[in-house]
């Protein structure tokens, strides 16, 4: 089974590129699932059902989200609706939406870091529950685990090493270059990176994003513009085991 990972979707620019390049990836190297995280698919911050949908329409099969999901409130009645979304499996009971979600044969998992992003339940504890309590699950199980520290994403590719077939992080819309399968058959990445203007700072105008810096005001942020890049990366799993094949990553970039 071959599953493609998005990094996460910034804005306009990055829904571009996601319709741009994502049907041609999908022919070309025959992808059975597409997962994307599109917490900042509107206007850079949060998420609609409009943005939503769009991604939805471009093939991709499962949304995840993060810190910035309830950023557009009017997404929260969406989130426990028919819409393939996910919020982080480890917020605190009560809130809306779910953090899992079997598709095509393939459990899609979300969790949100807790160093430097907030006060989260502890994701670690959170995804060995499920994992503890989901007696029927598929073998192949792919975690998109939101999180700021490389070191909290390193530890947790490491704790479910051989447990799941990927651990794949996002949040920081900066690509690493560590992408490897873990000695128990875990494919890991610490950042997917980003889809979305490639001459900006993450995604934000560089302009204003310095002189944020520069001054420690705050000050509006406007998206970036101009060409857009695609990072993602490719994961073959063996659907007998669960246990991946290989991980590449993909990068292109509007002309």
């Not at 557009?72 to 917020?91: Q, S, T, V, W």
């Not at 598929?138 to 077939?165: N, Q, W």
């Not at 994003?209 to 060409?227: D, Q, V």
Request: proline share 5%.
């Amino acid at each position: 089974m071959r599953i493609l990972m998005i990094g996460d979707v910034v804005g306009r620019p990055g829904r571009r590129a996601v319709r741009q390049f994502l049907p041609g990836l999908c022919h070309d190297y025959e992808i059975s699932l597409v997962i994307a995280n599109g917490e900042n698919s509107a206007g850079g911050i949060g998420i609609t059902s409009d943005t939503a949908r769009e991604l939805l329409d471009c093939g991709v099969n499962v949304i995840t989200t993060g810190n910035h999901v309830w950023a557009k409130k009017e997404i929260i009645p969406y989130m426990d609706g028919e819409l393939p979304i996910l919020r982080p499996l480890n917020f605190p009971p009560g809130v809306p939406g779910r953090g899992f979600l079997e598709i095509k044969g393939v459990l899609v998992v979300n969790l949100i870091g807790r160093v430097f992003l907030g006060e989260f339940d502890c994701p670690f504890r959170a995804i060995n529950g499920m994992l503890s309590e989901i007696t029927s699950a598929p073998k192949v199980i792919v975690v998109d685990f939101h999180a700021e520290a490389t070191s909290e994403k390193v530890a947790m590719g490491r704790y479910l090493d051989g447990r799941v077939s990927a651990v794949l992080g996002t949040h920081t819309h900066v690509g690493t270059s560590d992408a490897c399968v873990l000695p128990r058959g875990t494919a890991y990445v610490t950042d997917v990176g980003m889809v979305g203007p490639a001459d900006s700072v993450i995604g934000v105008d560089a302009e204003s994003a310095i002189r944020s810096f520069l001054t420690s005001m705050p000050h509006r942020f406007f998206m970036g513009e101009g060409p857009a890049s695609f990072d993602a990366v490719l994961v073959d799993t063996d659907e007998a085991t669960g246990k991946a094949v290989s991980i590449q990553r993909i990068q292109l970039k509007e002309e």
